[in-house]
């Protein structure tokens, strides 16, 4: 038989028939953590979180001398008679008012001395940024004192623009740190390209410098109103009378050393939470941009 003849007569080869396919498993790389030890500490810190808000909120919302651990029935006494009774309403519009020309002041005086840092050379630099951060490391009770001398002489004792003022002071050493690294990221070459098209310098950082700085101005003044909201010590000490007392005096009026109203207590506290969680809700976006971009020098 030949050679042909024998391939002719040989069997086909018998092909295996393809079984069902089996999901294909990825391979976690080497250095990925597996989920739950990313979800189980993030589940302890938001337990550890969320809870002691539950609590505000169950004392603020159920009956005086409830112990349920549900906040049902649900009342709103308890706000109605810190915002009345307690003057909160006062409270809170002498807070806004502190809260929104700190901000724009400091917004304002630290863009000029920011944009003095990023762009100008002068002997004294190095020192006066270095006075500027040495200036966090000092606390702001050890300067009450001589404040208060100050704010007596000025007679601005028992005015908000005490409070105001004191607070722009404080918050101008980190807002101007902040604003000129970030504006040292922004090219000095687009300055000189409308200097180049006829601007003068004030325009042109109008025009090309400022709308670059967004997310920077938003996080240097949300941070300024935060602080100013949230600060106790300057408010107690330069306010005497009540009708000019900020919220975080207001709360710590509704404690005595007799009692502590729980219920107007917890109340107070989510009016004063409220603008702040509203605050850092539309504007955490620029925040984390503005803050690691202010952070370091590109």
Known sequence: MSVKEATRTAPAPVRATPGPSRPVKNNRAWDEAPRWQIYLPLGIYLLFTLVPFYWILLFSLRPAGSTSLVPWPVTFEHFEKVWTDRSFGTYFANSVLVGVVTLVMTTLVALAGGYALARFDFRIKRGFMLALLCSQFVP???LLVPLFEIFAE?????????????????????????ISNFIKNVPYSLEEAAWVDGCNRMTAFRIVVLPLLRPGLIAVGSFAFVHSWNHFLFALMFLNNQDKQTIPVGLNSLMSADSVDLGALAAGGIIAAVPVVIVFAFIQKWLITGFSAGAVKG
């Open 140 to 142: 702001g009770a050890l």
């Open 154 to 178: 000025l007679r601005m004792i028992n005015s908000l623009g005490s409070v105001i003022l004191a607070e722009t002071v404080f918050q101008l050493p980190l807002s101007i740190i902040l």
